[in-house]
């Protein structure tokens, strides 16, 4: 009932199913109440990244324009996607992609790793010295907070013991 309010009153719910391919098996079609009509958006061309932040747009997009109708889902428009008539239907809405070359299944983190690995610093011996020192780093500070830890506690009752302040009992009181 909430969700024909939403909809003006027009009778016909729509439901767009923004997720990928595995999770709309998922979604039984056809027990959903006959008011119900469920629409599976998919994106197709770019990376798996591209796609997901697709679906993200696009939802993004319906929220915003509080849509309730198919033809303003249609018309959702972004330069890295846009709606393909072709292989579009009345239960499927198909967006593929129009970006520019990240479509070919590469990431940000792909690339970022890529021009790293050019840089002439990054020499064998040179990146094993590196992660070395962050090893025996992390290592290091594990150490001094397993120390704390076992200590019996922190800095309230550190300064309790030495005379500082007040104890750490009367704090959770709130007392003066």
């Not at 009932?1 to 027009?10: E, F, I, L, N």
């Not at 992609?97 to 070919?104: F, L, T």
């Not at 792909?110 to 992390?138: I, L």
């Amino acid at each position: 009932k909430d969700a024909v309010a939403a909809a003006g009153g027009s009778g016909q719910t729509l439901l767009v199913c923004v997720m990928d391919d595995d999770y709309f098996r998922a979604v039984h079609t056809d027990a959903l109440p006959k008011d119900v009509r469920a629409v599976h958006c998919k994106f197709e061309g770019g990376s798996k990244e591209n796609a997901r932040r697709g679906r993200g747009l696009l939802c993004r997009y319906a929220v915003q324009k509080r849509a309730s109708d198919l033809d303003v889902v249609k018309a959702f428009d972004h330069d890295d996607w846009t709606l393909n008539l072709k292989k579009s239907d009345s239960t499927k809405l198909v967006f593929s992609w129009r970006g520019d070359s990240g479509g070919d299944g590469s990431s940000r983190k792909e690339k970022k790793k890529g021009a790293r690995n050019d840089s002439p610093a990054s020499s064998p011996a040179r990146s094993a010295s590196a992660s070395g020192k962050r090893k025996s780093a992390r290592r290091a500070s594990r150490s001094r907070s397993r120390s704390r830890a076992s200590s019996g506690g922190g800095r309230k009752r550190e300064e309790a013991r030495r005379g500082r302040g007040r104890p750490a009992h009367s704090q959770s009181r709130g007392r003066s």
